[in-house]
């Protein structure tokens, strides 16, 4: 019976999310939008930067999609269920905090990357492309600690128009001076400093070691640095959703 209810409230919190046309149109388009790693893919000496280029979120459709779906689900649905207070309505459901916020977050969150991977693993099946599995994770760790980052953002805010304008700007803000700071240390061959700034743009970095330098010690890094950052900030979220008051 207890699975019976918790199997009925995770479903709530998933329709809501996932409500029809929104799977129909969003698993197509990841799907089809992958045509772009074969548009990059070149032969020869640039071929891994084919790949490099294809997987950077801004160039790519399904990255940007995935991205994009797990905001909304953060930032407008359950941001919005803060700020108007109608959380309340799911705080009074026979279920523990705890479990309300893993359900949240694996429909916020966890739903969206695996839409993406899922697609990307088809799409790697069916077009023989083979993808190194270090790119596909650095994608991974950069996903968590954005998204992360956003609902740890949305928590504190309880705003949905205030944590959507801080959340596109700060990411905007560490996307970008991440590759600047990557691009200038490389350039002024400051080699040592790229292990701290790979976290906020790695891409910088698989660039050049897509070029012939070895840069994977410092990509491997940044992936670490992700992974640290993006439990912090889950942790930070669960406790303060355990405390939330409406």
Known sequence: MMRSRDFQIFNV???ERYREPTLELVIPTMLISNIFISAFY????FQLLGLVLSFIPIISVSETLAFALSLRNIIFVTGDHISRGSIISFLTMPIKREKLFIYIYISDIIF???FWLITLEIYIFLS?????SLLILTFVSGFFFI????????LILKSSGIATLVSLFSSGIIFLFGGILSYYDILYHNYFM???TSFANPYVLWIEDSLGKNFTPEILSGIIIDGILSLIFVIISYIRFKVIEV
């Open 147 to 154: 998204e992360n980052f956003i609902m740890l953002l949305t």
């Open 194 to 196: 790229t292990y701290f």
């Open 13 to 15: 919190i998933f329709k």
């Open 128 to 132: 023989g492309i083979k993808i190194p």
């Open 112 to 114: 969206p990357l695996l």
């Open 42 to 45: 070149e032969r020869g000496y």
